[in-house]
């Protein structure tokens, strides 16, 4: 049975193998631009970029993630009782008090980002604030820092830069080889083929990536959030009202849609589509029913 160590550590080899991934499908993609162009100056170009972005990726995803949901920092005056909370249960958990930051949005959500528990960041929505009551919100702040406790905040906020980048490189080749044309020296058809192929499977790979993230990330967070706040009824029920939801948040991403407590898009008709199309996290009502099975 996997501990909260056996977590943290597999959440750091995730890590690595996400950074490996990318670095392999960058290096592929940059190979076949070079033999295509016939200019193996672009897989220098190519190696460059991924290595770049594994460490921009690493030392400030969190900032690309906090400005992509347009997260402003919470005044310790005016969020009194919002950092109160997250400061307690941070002694509580035993982890150092992560930065509070508000997204003005009226959908009630949370996310947790950082690489590391000195460089974790909290972020909830004022939607969230004005819905939930102290347990509830007691229980959503739990999660959260659960998330920063089991280390799944890297592997998360890493996959942000990562995944996006992969998806846009993969859309400016795409382009080049339709309007740019190849090398005049290149004759063989199948370097073009195997170019424009991969150019189209990279952003599929890196979406595969992203979802290879562990589901069973968010149920282990409901279960150290539940056993930290010795309350499973309180999350339990806060998942109920954001499920209960129905419109997306403003500024809802399929980049940074695992990093949230649940799903951005909202349970209209298209959200509910895009959540099995790009799902990485369980059903709510699964998540309610193994809170509600919890003994603490």
Same mark, same amino acid.
């Given at each position: 049975m996997a501990t909260l160590y056996t977590q943290q550590s597999r959440n750091v080899a995730r890590t690595w193998l996400l950074m490996g991934v990318f670095l392999v499908l960058i290096m592929a993609v940059g190979f076949l631009a070079a033999q295509y162009y016939g200019n193996s100056a672009i897989l220098y170009v190519s190696v460059g970029i991924a290595f770049a972005m594994n460490f921009f990726a690493y030392w400030f995803s969190d900032k690309v993630a906090i400005r992509s949901a347009g997260a402003k920092p919470a005044g310790e005056t005016e969020y009194l009782e919002l950092h109160r909370i997250i400061e307690n249960l941070a002694i509580t958990a035993g982890l150092p008090k992560p930065r509070v930051y508000i997204i003005e949005d009226p959908a009630p959500n949370a996310f947790a980002t950082g690489r590391n528990n000195e460089h974790a960041v909290i972020a *909830?929505?004022?939607?969230?604030?004005? *819905?939930?009551?102290?347990? /509830?919100? /007691? @229980? *959503?702040?739990?999660h959260e820092l659960s998330h920063v406790g089991n280390r799944d905040i890297l592997v998360m906020t890493v996959?942000?830069?990562?995944v996006g980048v992969i998806s846009v490189l993969a859309n400016i080749g795409l382009r080049m080889s339709m309007f740019g044309g190849g090398s005049r020296d290149n004759k063989n058809p199948l370097v073009l083929i195997g170019?424009?192929?991969?150019?189209?499977? &990279?952003?599929i790979a890196a979406q595969l990536i992203q979802l290879a993230i562990s589901r069973r990330r968010e149920f282990?967070?409901? &279960?150290? @959030?539940?056993?930290?706040?010795?309350?499973?009824?309180?999350?339990?029920?806060?998942?109920q009202k954001i499920g209960a939801y129905n419109a997306p948040m403003q500024? &809802?991403?399929t980049t940074t849609a695992h990093l949230f407590i649940s799903n951005p898009f909202g349970t209209h008709q298209?959200?509910?589509?895009?959540?099995?199309?790009?799902s990485t996290h369980p059903p709510v009502q699964e998540r309610i029913a193994a809170l509600h099975g919890m003994n603490v």
């Open positions: *909830v929505t004022t939607g969230l604030l004005s *819905v939930m009551d102290r347990s /509830e919100l /007691e @229980g *959503v702040l739990a996959a942000v830069v990562l170019f424009i192929v991969a150019i189209i499977l &990279a952003p282990l967070a409901d &279960a150290s @959030g539940a056993l930290l706040t010795r309350y499973p009824d309180g999350l339990a029920s806060a998942l500024r &809802a991403s298209a959200g509910q589509f895009l959540q099995k199309l790009f």
